[in-house]
């Protein structure tokens, strides 16, 4: 909301109105009209829906301009948060099943895990589709999969248990609704 004090400053310019002017027209404390121009408080609520229709200025062109980087940052954030998860995922599965201390408990907790995790993830996301879901979640599996068919072959991931623990986990990701209508599961918020 940084704008908006330049915004307000413009538009009491390019009408020819004094702070005061303004002030008395909007309703509000003249010295609420100098910090909003100076950048010192930024008005809400009402305050700033009065200053606006005092001036003619639809909100929506601020609230978009705001909305957009918001958006922005929101992605980023999202972006990272996944990246960081699919990592957590990957290194859950892997401690589980390629350890060079796992032993079959440990697979089969890997087992477990790989079926678990992701549904839990579906029983979080029930309204986003398959594909979606496993794309967000799920390219860290994907990638994991291709490294390990090519760093340590098919077969030693096969024994690992680790290619198998993927793909359960890639599975339950894409098939989790069906899944869930299986289990006639309801979400209690």
């Known amino acids: 909301m940084?704008?908006?004090?330049?915004?307000?400053?413009?538009?009491?310019?390019k009408q020819h109105l004094t702070q005061e002017e303004l002030a008395e027209?909007?309703?509000?404390?003249?010295?609420?009209?100098?910090?909003?121009?100076?950048?010192?408080?930024e008005p809400r609520g009402k305050t700033l829906q009065l200053v606006f229709e005092a001036l003619s200025i639809e909100e929506n062109k601020i609230i978009e301009?705001?909305?957009?980087?918001?958006?922005?940052?929101?992605?980023?954030?999202?972006?990272?948060?996944?990246?960081?998860?699919?990592?957590?995922l990957i290194s859950i599965i892997g401690y589980f099943t390629l350890d060079s201390h796992a032993?079959?408990?440990?697979?089969?907790?890997?087992?477990?895990?790989?079926?678990?995790?992701?549904?839990?993830?579906?029983?979080?996301?029930?309204?986003?589709s398959g594909t979606m879901r496993t794309l967000k979640?799920?390219?860290?599996?994907?990638?994991?999969?291709?490294?390990?068919i090519y760093g340590i072959g098919v077969p030693a991931s096969f024994v690992s248990c680790l290619l198998p623990c993927l793909v359960i986990s890639l599975a339950v990701l894409y098939f989790g609704n069906e899944i869930m209508k299986g289990f006639k599961i309801k979400v209690i918020a």
Do not use: D
């Not at 940084?2 to 310019?13: A, P, Y």
């Not at 100098?34 to 010192?40: A, L």
């Open 2 to 13: 940084k704008n908006i004090g330049k915004l307000v400053l413009e538009e009491r310019q």
């Open 25 to 41: 027209k909007a309703k509000v404390n003249l010295r609420t009209i100098q910090r909003i121009e100076n950048n010192e408080n």
């Open 65 to 88: 301009s705001e909305s957009l980087l918001e958006k922005r940052i929101k992605k980023i954030l999202n972006g990272l948060f996944l990246i960081l998860f699919n990592l957590f």
């Open 103 to 128: 032993t079959e408990n440990s697979r089969i907790a890997g087992f477990l895990i790989s079926f678990l995790l992701p549904f839990l993830i579906v029983l979080k996301t029930p309204k986003t």
């Open 137 to 148: 979640f799920g390219f860290g599996y994907l990638w994991y999969a291709i490294f390990v």
